[in-house]
């Protein structure tokens, strides 16, 4: 418990640090001020002024940086200057959108990765496998912004079932309760299914080679000598054991599902943290980007403590140190 | 073993890609020959360039010669002009059609490929350097050595990987294929790192290792002698990945405007420039689109362990 | 089976999706779609050309700017009257128009909508000319309010109406120096016009109603209209020809030559007040010669980029002043694509190929230099990328080289700002008063937009007279002498005026909907559907 507790406070930590190296780095870079100076030929640099004046960046680094701290302390992170909010309620608001569309992506890369993984271990080597691991490979190919195109091409623009863009339709407010069920779900159904490809690729091919290689050691193969049913040895010996790797890549996959996609995103309009990163980015909004930066890294270092913890809760034989 | 033969097929395979792409070009990926005639034709387009004796050009989409005259017909217009004035008839085969500036799409998707593999090779190659000395050094000497590259690596390993690229692009101001090169490989040698720094543990722990170090071999000579080369092996495996990994990179950066820019192609920009286009030039993304595809493809199964 | 069930469940919740989908038919409201959202419903902290058009909708200004952007019609205030002198003008506002929290807009809000304007402290971006040329404004009573300027010029009442009206009441609750770190005006904003703000889900979707206290109980005839924010361009384009969006403020020229066809959507194409430039920073010795710059217009051909990569949708520009504009020089004729020409100045500048590499040379200071350059632009904009490639291959023929570097829009303006480019593709948006100072007078080279450091002594006497000339018709004979200038000494090459192409669904009746360069939505209350 203790460990763990430690852990989190060095997770903090180590992700505040990072914050702190991208402040620094994004007041030493040389950059544009604001894209608010849109080629704007009334704009002088007396407004310019004024505007660092507003914004708190006509003080030195040093002091910006202190005030920075001082927002951190008071659990704001910031105020940004294009939402004109604390940085902490921008990703309040954002958070919402990325979960909702990727604990079901979540849900569906682990949940497929595994079957299909479990599936092609079993048809080793025959067809079956052979084109699962194929296929898998070819989408985790293809650019995801691709993938998204293609999806709203087919299921949006040529069939008209999903719709392309958004997490409600503009009526909602007017439906009643199953409807507006339905509707979140049909939103749902193609930016998750985007963003789970990739990782669903990922797993279903670990979780066949952990299988492969569970079965191939020694205690499968004594429960073979003693005649045990393979379809027994294979759900009841082989899998509860392949699964235990399988099940601390859900740490490590983590922030790609929580932490928000800059590209599956954009493509389907969902406000979420990855649009909100590339708002940041592209509008040179540096106490936004800053705050982003350590929220993600932070999802980030968790992820990875939660599958050490994982880790020690189903093998007993790695402990804590 | 099958898998190095693999590997050394498609290295020299690329190497040869990029050594003769230049020459198989059926045209100039750069400049159209009349960029108002030839503006996005369809694949499988043909079309004629008159040759005047007078040394003129005129390209034509299509022709048919009616007593002493040549009528032609232009994209804007039609017109005809003399028989005895033209030297010869020249026959331009578009095979996968053109782009808006009339430039042949196959000859670009060729040498797009080129810069795509150059971009991913040598990002990967760099990546691999940094990564192998990075986890040598912190095998070897372990230690403090040791907590502070490893910590480094956790560090880097942190960072969402494509925003960190945003950042650094955005805050530098560079967007040349130099720079791109550097930044992603400096995001992409975590994983070489830790695996060289296993493998070093491992070796080190042999025991011919310990007979060096008592006979009192320098450090650095049984680092770089000894250990190095059995250490590096399972690491070079990791190369193809990192290659197919930036190709992809690339194509998702172009995508969101950080890319390589034109008129340079790469098969990243190439499809994220037709995603912009899709419902006018529906043909340009085919070709880059599978190659790019393919070749990621053929990288993640080269580098797949055996089983 | 259980399996058996699930799929009969499904089934019913499919059908039940179908059945709401009829019943959710397009009714009275139609939607916009946006590829970026508003940046706040606070007028004076947005920024964007699309928050403005929107805001226009809900927000009542004095007078309505018309399409020959000179004259005004008559809205929140009634009339008005010039004191002799010309240096005031007394408006008398309506009585009947009424902010949506049911408190009355009077000429009390437009006196401190002025203060807002000039405010250091707010730092509205287009206060400068408002605070330079307007002395005060100040309410006599209710519906008497009085602009005094600080001297006569011909855009007085163009500035005075550029000042957006805010409810007083909300707006002095939050001092000036908290307005950039306040979300307060964007969570009920409190508006007059034809329409009001019901919902704004950012980045997702904005809801603007029908404001049934609008003063013309006639409008708006479409009661709802929606904005959708859909960032990504194709998909946006889908939704559009798919039939879930009704209007779009722009579309590529290509999507529309393919589908201009199509019995669901029309598109409308109007000559924008803007136009596209090469600049050369005349910085650099290479183009600090006037002749080379003749020489580079004659070499470019613009037509054949206006037909290949356009469409045809644009018009050739020749001046800073766009064709439409009333101050524009209709004499001025497009520098025509002539090779022999331009190589004949390039030889007179004294390049020459003298070590037959192909690359044009010159001896400047001592130095042997090769005609090379590199252009800039801004990654987002397909046209200018592609004009850059045509460019280069047009540049080829002459034998200049010429390398092509493509930024990320702020990278590109910090290049443009700091002078450190060669040449550079853009564009300016023109302002509907006439005015050259900011990017071609000499004083602009310091502080302002003359990045091309352009700097014409005559130039600079003459726009100096002419932009504070009363009599317009005699400021237009100064006008045209001073585009001439401009089109002689070519600091820019001038490229092309856009057409912008906006696209409506046909379920809009087309004949009442207006569309021109001061808005996409101009008459949005007017607009009705089939």
């Known amino acids: 418990m203790l460990y763990i507790l430690k852990r989190i406070v060095n997770s903090i930590f180590l992700s505040f640090g990072i914050a702190t190296i991208v402040f620094f780095l994004l007041r030493i870079l040389p950059s544009a001020s604001f894209s608010d100076i849109y080629l704007n030929p009334r704009l002088s640099e007396d407004v310019l002024s004024r505007l660092k004046v507003a914004y708190g960046l006509d003080k030195p680094v040093l002091i910006q940086f202190l005030n920075w701290l001082k927002e951190i302390l008071t659990g704001n992170l910031g105020f940004s200057f294009i939402y004109r909010k604390p940085v902490i309620n921008c990703i309040g608001e954002a958070i919402l959108f990325t979960l909702t569309i990727g604990i079901p992506a979540l849900?569906?890369?682990?949940?497929?990765?595994?079957?299909?993984?479990?599936?092609?271990?079993?048809?080793?080597?025959?067809?079956?496998?052979?084109?699962?691991?194929?296929?898998?490979?070819?989408?985790?190919?293809?650019?995801?912004?691709?993938?998204?195109?293609?999806?709203?091409l087919i299921f949006s623009y040529t069939l008209g079932i999903f719709p392309s863009s958004g997490l409600?339709?503009?009526?909602?407010?007017?439906?009643?309760?199953?409807?507006?069920?339905?509707?979140?779900?049909?939103?749902?159904?193609?930016?998750?299914?985007?963003?789970?490809?990739?990782?669903?690729?990922?797993?279903?091919?670990?979780?066949?080679?952990?299988?492969?290689?569970?079965?191939?050691?020694?205690?499968?193969?004594?429960?073979?000598?003693?005649?045990?049913?393979?379809?027994?040895?294979?759900?009841?010996?082989?899998?509860?054991?392949?699964?235990?790797?399988?099940?601390?890549?859900?740490?490590?996959?983590?922030?790609?599902?929580?932490?928000?996609?800059?590209?599956?995103?954009?493509?389907?309009?969902?406000?979420?943290?990855?649009?909100?990163?590339?708002?940041?980015?592209?509008?040179?909004?540096?106490?936004?980007?800053?705050?982003?930066?350590?929220?993600?890294?932070?999802?980030?270092?968790?992820?990875?403590?939660?599958?050490?913890?994982?880790?020690?809760?189903?093998?007993p034989r790695i402990r804590l140190k | 073993m099958k898998k190095q033969r693999q590997i050394i097929f498609v290295a020299s395979f690329i190497i040869a890609y990029i050594l003769i792409s230049d020459f198989i070009l059926p045209f100039d990926p750069f400049i159209s020959p009349d960029k108002e005639n030839l503006s996005s034709l369809p694949p499988f387009s043909i079309a004629y360039e008159?040759?005047?004796?007078?040394?003129?050009?005129?390209?034509?989409?299509?022709?048919?010669?009616?007593?002493?005259?040549?009528?032609?017909?232009?994209?804007?217009?039609?017109?005809?002009?003399?028989?005895?004035?033209?030297?010869?008839?020249?026959?331009?085969?578009?095979?996968?059609?053109?782009?808006?500036?009339?430039?042949?799409?196959?000859?670009?998707?060729?040498?797009?490929?080129?810069?795509?593999?150059?971009?991913?090779?040598?990002?990967?190659?760099?990546?691999?350097?940094?990564?192998?000395?990075?986890?040598?050094?912190?095998?070897?000497?372990?230690?403090?050595?040791?907590?502070?590259?490893?910590?480094?690596?956790?560090?880097?390993?942190?960072?969402?990987?494509?925003?960190?690229?945003?950042?650094?692009?955005?805050?530098?101001?560079?967007?040349?294929?130099?720079?791109?090169?550097?930044?992603?490989?400096?995001?992409?040698?975590?994983?070489?790192?830790?695996?060289?720094?296993?493998?070093?543990?491992?070796?080190?722990?042999?025991?011919?290792?310990?007979?060096?170090?008592?006979?009192?071999?320098?450090?650095?000579?049984?680092?770089?002698?000894?250990?190095?080369?059995?250490?590096?092996?399972?690491?070079?495996?990791?190369?193809?990945?990192?290659?197919?990994?930036?190709?992809?990179?690339?194509?998702?950066?172009?995508?969101?405007?950080?890319?390589?820019?034109?008129?340079?192609?790469?098969?990243?920009?190439?499809?994220?420039?037709?995603?912009?286009?899709?419902?006018?030039?529906?043909?340009?993304?085919?070709?880059?689109?599978?190659?790019?595809?393919?070749?990621?493809?053929?990288?993640?199964?080269?580098?797949?362990?055996?089983? | 089976?259980?399996?058996?069930?699930?799929?009969?469940?499904?089934?019913?919740?499919?059908?039940?999706?179908?059945?709401?989908?009829?019943?959710?038919?397009?009714?009275?409201?139609?939607?916009?779609?946006?590829?970026?959202?508003?940046?706040?419903?606070?007028?004076?902290?947005?920024?964007?050309?699309?928050?403005?058009?929107?805001?226009?909708?809900?927000?009542?200004?004095?007078?309505?700017?018309?399409?020959?952007?000179?004259?005004?019609?008559?809205?929140?205030?009634?009339?008005?009257?010039?004191?002799?002198?010309?240096?005031?003008?007394?408006?008398?506002?309506?009585?009947?128009?009424?902010?949506?929290?049911?408190?009355?807009t009077t000429a009390y809000d437009v006196e401190f909508s002025f203060k807002c304007a000039t405010s250091p402290e707010v730092a509205w971006l287009n206060a400068e000319d408002i605070t330079r040329n307007i002395e005060y404004v100040k309410a006599l009573n209710e519906t008497?309010?009085?602009?005094?300027?600080?001297?006569?010029?011909?855009?007085?009442?163009?500035?005075?109406?550029?000042?957006?009206?805010?409810?007083?009441?909300?707006?002095?609750?939050?001092?000036?120096?908290?307005?950039?770190?306040?979300?307060?005006?964007?969570?009920?904003?409190?508006?007059?016009?034809?329409?009001?703000?019901?919902?704004?889900e950012r980045g997702q979707l904005i809801e603007l109603v029908k404001n049934e206290n609008y003063f013309d109980k006639s409008y708006p005839k479409i009661e709802r209209v929606f904005v959708k924010i859909v960032p990504n361009e194709a998909n946006l384009i889908l939704q559009f020809l798919n039939g879930e969006i009704d209007v779009l403020p722009s579309i590529p020229p290509a999507v529309a030559e393919k589908y201009e066809n199509s019995p669901d959507v029309k598109f409308i194409r109007y000559p924008f007040l803007a136009y596209e430039y090469i600049g050369w920073n005349q910085r650099n010795p290479i183009f600090a010669d006037k002749k080379v710059r003749q020489a580079l217009s004659y070499g470019i051909n613009v037509d054949e980029i206006i037909k290949a990569i356009l469409k045809g949708n644009a018009v050739r520009s020749t001046s800073p002043f766009p064709s439409i504009f009333w101050a524009h020089n209709e004499k001025l004729k497009p520098y025509p694509y002539d090779i022999e020409k331009a190589r004949k100045l390039l030889h007179e500048a004294g390049w020459k190929d003298s070590d037959g590499d192909g690359i044009l040379d010159k001896i400047i200071n001592g130095k042997k230099v090769d005609f090379k350059f590199t252009l800039i632009t801004n990654a987002e904009n397909q046209t200018r990328k592609e004009i850059a490639t045509a460019v280069q291959n047009d540049l080829a023929k002459l034998g200049i080289k010429m390398e092509i570097q493509v930024y990320e829009f702020n990278t590109f303006m910090r290049h443009i700002l700091t002078k450190n480019f060669d040449a550079v593709i853009s564009g300016w948006r023109v302002a509907t008063k006439p005015d050259l100072t900011t990017v071609f007078h000499s004083e602009a080279i310091k502080s302002g937009h003359n990045f091309v450091s352009y700097s014409n002594p005559y130039f600079d006497r003459l726009n100096d007279s002419a932009s504070v000339m009363n009599n317009l018709n005699n400021a237009k004979i100064l006008w045209d002498k001073i585009q001439e200038i401009i089109y002689e000494d070519q600091p820019y090459t001038f490229l092309y005026e856009p057409v912008r192409i906006s696209g409506i669904s046909k379920r809009i009746k087309p004949e009442t909907v207006k569309m021109n360069s001061i808005s996409f939505l101009y008459n949005l209350h007017e607009w009705e559907l089939k």
């Open chain 1, 107 to 152: 849900i569906l890369s682990f949940g497929f990765g595994i079957f299909i993984g479990v599936q092609s271990a079993r048809k080793r080597g025959k067809t079956v496998d052979r084109i699962l691991n194929l296929s898998f490979l070819i989408l985790y190919s293809i650019p995801s912004f691709w993938l998204g195109i293609v999806l709203i």
């Open chain 1, 168 to 315: 409600r339709s503009i009526n909602f407010n007017e439906m009643n309760f199953f409807e507006k069920i339905f509707d979140m779900f049909m939103h749902i159904v193609l930016p998750s299914t985007t963003l789970s490809i990739a990782p669903m690729a990922a797993i279903a091919r670990f979780t066949r080679n952990t299988m492969l290689n569970v079965l191939s050691q020694t205690y499968i193969k004594t429960a073979k000598a003693k005649g045990l049913d393979e379809r027994t040895i294979f759900y009841r010996h082989a899998l509860p054991n392949a699964l235990i790797p399988v099940i601390t890549l859900f740490g490590l996959y983590l922030p790609f599902f929580f932490a928000g996609s800059i590209v599956v995103e954009e493509i389907f309009s969902i406000p979420g943290i990855g649009k909100l990163m590339a708002d940041s980015i592209f509008q040179r909004d540096y106490p936004l980007t800053v705050g982003i930066t350590l929220f993600v890294s932070f999802i980030v270092i968790i992820g990875n403590l939660i599958s050490d913890i994982l880790y020690s809760i189903f093998d």
């Open chain 2, 50 to 307: 008159l040759n005047l004796k007078n040394g003129e050009k005129i390209v034509v989409l299509d022709y048919k010669f009616e007593d002493a005259f040549i009528l032609y017909q232009q994209k804007f217009k039609a017109g005809r002009i003399e028989k005895e004035k033209i030297e010869k008839i020249k026959t331009f085969i578009f095979l996968l059609g053109t782009d808006n500036l009339g430039r042949d799409v196959l000859s670009r998707t060729i040498y797009g490929g080129k810069i795509s593999l150059i971009i991913g090779v040598i990002s990967a190659l760099i990546s691999f350097i940094i990564g192998t000395a990075i986890g040598a050094f912190a095998g070897y000497f372990g230690g403090i050595v040791d907590k502070i590259l490893m910590r480094l690596t956790d560090v880097f390993l942190a960072f969402p990987k494509l925003f960190l690229i945003l950042v650094v692009i955005a805050f530098t101001h560079t967007q040349t294929i130099l720079s791109l090169i550097l930044i992603l490989s400096l995001l992409n040698w975590m994983g070489i790192a830790r695996l060289i720094r296993a493998e070093f543990l491992k070796v080190k722990g042999m025991e011919f290792i310990t007979v060096l170090e008592s006979m009192g071999l320098p450090d650095l000579t049984i680092a770089v002698k000894h250990i190095l080369p059995n250490a590096i092996l399972p690491a070079l495996i990791s190369i193809p990945l990192i290659t197919g990994d930036v190709i992809l990179t690339e194509s998702i950066l172009s995508f969101l405007g950080f890319g390589i820019q034109p008129p340079i192609p790469t098969w990243g920009n190439m499809i994220s420039e037709a995603e912009k286009n899709l419902l006018s030039t529906w043909w340009l993304p085919i070709l880059p689109g599978i190659l790019i595809s393919g070749t990621v493809l053929m990288m993640n199964l080269i580098s797949q362990p055996e089983t």
């Open chain 3, 1 to 104: 089976m259980r399996i058996n069930h699930l799929l009969l469940f499904f089934l019913l919740l499919t059908s039940l999706f179908f059945t709401s989908c009829r019943r959710a038919q397009k009714q009275n409201y139609i939607v916009i779609g946006s590829t970026i959202d508003i940046d706040s419903f606070n007028p004076y902290l947005s920024t964007s050309l699309f928050t403005q058009d929107l805001l226009d909708r809900v927000y009542l200004r004095l007078a309505i700017e018309q399409e020959d952007y000179r004259t005004f019609k008559p809205l929140l205030a009634k009339r008005w009257e010039w004191s002799k002198d010309s240096t005031q003008i007394t408006f008398y506002l309506r009585n009947d128009v009424f902010w949506t929290d049911g408190v009355k």
């Open chain 3, 144 to 200: 008497t309010l009085v602009v005094k300027y600080r001297y006569v010029y011909p855009y007085q009442l163009t500035d005075i109406n550029d000042v957006w009206i805010v409810p007083k009441h909300i707006y002095e609750k939050i001092p000036f120096s908290e307005w950039r770190r306040n979300g307060y005006f964007d969570e009920k904003p409190v508006t007059n016009g034809p329409y009001k703000v019901a919902r704004w």
